[in-house]
């Protein structure tokens, strides 16, 4: 579909007149302008006081969930992992502990490098039991590597800090159960 | 054939006494990114340019390879950096074309609206650079200021402001809500005043406007044959805009609401000129797209096996929790035919275009990126040669030069 003249707007140079040619009406112009945006409501979010306004489904740092029981939800299936695009997070699998009825594998080291990951929300979308989520926490810091390295206690600890605050995420709908974590049918 | 060597060294008249030899950059303030310049000056006249790339070489295209198609855009979304979005849809867009799938209304429109905000974006931080570099800080705080409401858009799309990755084969992560519109019928009515603002700060601004009328001059046979896009070709009279030639996404439906902005310049200041009405008209898009936004479901049906599915059905029903585990199995994912495609959009800086060659695996085998920096930066030195020094950052800042999509 080839464009047509009336599909196109021809933009002009403005025109300065004897006026535009000096210096000061422009001056003038410009400093009306600003003095303006001096008595309009001040934009400056001042940080640390004032504590920003995020979405309820901002992207932060990872939260394992619990279930009913406290236990961690993971099934170690590898599906965050294999999904990650950064290849941040390393699991170890192994049997479930004697009477967890309910799944043969749990994850017997979860670790997610903080400062690998890059905050896609790939791995929440790949899990298929709503184990990890992405909390709206913003403000992670550390002062060595180590730190940043988050392992299976850290990342439950900070979904009781998430669940007290009441801050759950709302991208995965959090509270429903996968059908892993829901007991077997009974015989 | 073996390359050789560019001897970056010697330059066309180097046995002149006269001439001497400068390197700009690639820590400059005026090229923004890491660009460098071999510079062969007659006093301040540049005689000859020869820009060397590859400072920020981050070797995306090979990460293309190795990530799959929905993993890839979080790569796409660095290479331009201003506008993020626009790179994820033109890449989607071209997986889209090789799998041959169409994609829902509802998502059309929503892609439509994210497409023309990060235009606005990459355009208001293009203008406010270049009237920084050449002395005027006001525009660029009041040009900023407004970016920073469509980054509060974005973030409440799809939870990040910068690197949003909010597209998916087949859809987007997840849909919008209606406090999102809102936020964007906020922005279409407070903008048009940002945009009186910079233009009374510019438009008539005497030091401005001879800092760069007839700077930098491309004519329109120059701009055809050195292939320039989008802004660039379109302020050298080059009546081309892909949005209205080779309609994509909803634009045939909303052709009627924009007009193309073109100038018979050539200049940097037809080109700031260019910027700032494609604004205006992007504005227009997006009134328009939003009080046309349709509803229904933002992703392809389940039974397309194409996107990942919604929580509720993974969780709940057993051809939901099938097509998850399909989607994320390192050996199923995607099943695409052996093809090679060309998808291009018009994003901000020109058309910005990725050639996909498929092996019928669910990663690229090649995934080449057509990026509009990298063609431009190569015009650059055609248009500084014969002025000075001093227009270098009017040049560079009315081609907008992203490093990272240049040397990708």
């Known amino acids: 579909m080839p464009l047509t003249e009336s599909d196109v707007t021809w933009v002009q140079e403005p025109k300065l007149g004897l006026l535009g040619q000096l210096y000061l009406p422009a001056i003038a112009d410009g400093l009306m302008t600003t003095v303006g945006h001096m008595f309009k409501k001040k934009v400056t979010e001042l940080y640390p006081e004032q504590e920003p306004k995020l979405p309820p489904n901002y992207r932060g740092v990872h939260r394992l969930n619990r279930d009913s029981e406290g236990r961690t939800k993971c099934v170690a299936c590898y599906m965050c992992a294999t ?9 170890v699998a192994a049997p479930a502990p004697e009477g967890w009825k309910d799944r043969e594998k749990y994850p017997e080291t979860f670790v997610i490098d903080e400062l690998r990951c890059i905050y896609c929300g790939m791995c929440e979308e790949a899990c298929p039991v709503d184990a990890i989520e992405l909390t709206t926490l913003y403000d992670l ?19 009781d800090v998430t669940t007290k605050a009441g801050t759950d995420p709302v991208r995965t709908r959090s509270g429903e159960l996968g059908p892993a974590s829901e007991p077997p049918p009974a015989k | 054939m073996p390359l050789e060597a560019l001897d970056l060294s010697t330059e066309a008249g180097a046995d002149q006494e006269f001439l001497y030899t400068l390197n700009f950059g690639p820590q400059h303030p005026a090229t923004h990114t890491t ?18 790339i590859g400072y920020l070489h981050s070797g995306f295209e090979k990460l293309g390879e190795d990530l799959d198609f929905n993993q890839y855009v979080t790569i796409v979304d660095r290479m331009n950096y201003i506008s993020p979005v626009a790179n994820e849809i033109a890449w989607h867009h071209t997986v889209e074309k090789l799998l041959g799938i169409e994609i829902t209304p509802r998502c059309k429109y929503i892609r439509t609206i994210l497409a023309e905000l990060a235009r606005i974006s990459d355009h208001l931080l293009c203008v406010g650079a270049a009237a920084l570099d050449l002395g005027g800080l006001t525009a660029f705080l009041y040009a900023f200021n407004e970016r920073e409401k469509i980054y509060n858009i974005i973030e409440q799309a799809s939870g990040q402001r910068f690197h949003p990755s909010f597209t998916r084969v087949g859809g987007l992560m997840n849909d919008v809500t209606d406090d999102w519109v809102k936020l964007i019928r906020v922005f279409t009515n407070s903008f048009p005043k940002v945009h009186a603002d910079v233009v009374r700060l510019l438009n008539r601004n005497k030091i401005f406007i001879d800092r760069t009328k007839g700077i930098g001059t491309l004519t329109k046979e120059e701009a055809i044959n050195m292939s320039c896009t989008g802004p660039i070709a379109r302020s050298a009279g080059v009546v081309r805009d892909l949005r209205k030639d080779e309609p994509y996404l909803a634009y045939g439906e909303l052709a009627g609401s924009f007009k193309v902005a073109c100038s018979k ?12 009405e494609e604004m205006v008209q992007s504005v227009n898009i997006i009134k328009a797209a939003v009080e046309n936004l349709p509803s229904g479901p933002v992703n392809l049906h389940t039974e397309d096996k194409l996107n990942i599915p919604d929580k509720a059905a993974t969780y709940r029903s057993i051809e939901g929790l099938i097509q998850h585990f399909e989607l994320f199995m390192w050996n199923r994912r995607f099943e695409t035919p052996v093809n090679e495609v060309y998808g291009a959009h018009e994003t901000a800086n020109g058309e910005l275009g990725f050639y996909l060659v498929s092996d019928g695996s669910a990663k690229a085998w090649r995934a080449r990126t057509r990026p509009p920096s990298f063609i431009h930066f190569a015009i650059f030195p055609h248009l500084i040669e014969g002025h000075q020094i001093s227009d270098i950052p009017a040049v ?9 999509e240049l040397d990708r």
């Open chain 2, 35 to 52: 660009l460098r310049l071999i510079l062969t000056l007659d006093g301040e006249t540049i005689v000859k340019a020869v820009p060397d």
């Open chain 2, 265 to 276: 310049g050539g200049d940097c200041l037809a080109r700031y000129l260019v910027r700032m």
């Open chain 2, 396 to 404: 560079l800042g009315s081609l907008n030069i992203i490093a990272a």
């Open chain 1, 141 to 159: 810091t550390g002062l060595s590597r180590e730190q940043m390295i988050f392992d299976k206690e850290k990342l439950l600890s900070v979904f």
């Open chain 1, 83 to 91: 999904a990650c695009p950064a290849h941040c997070i390393d699991i």
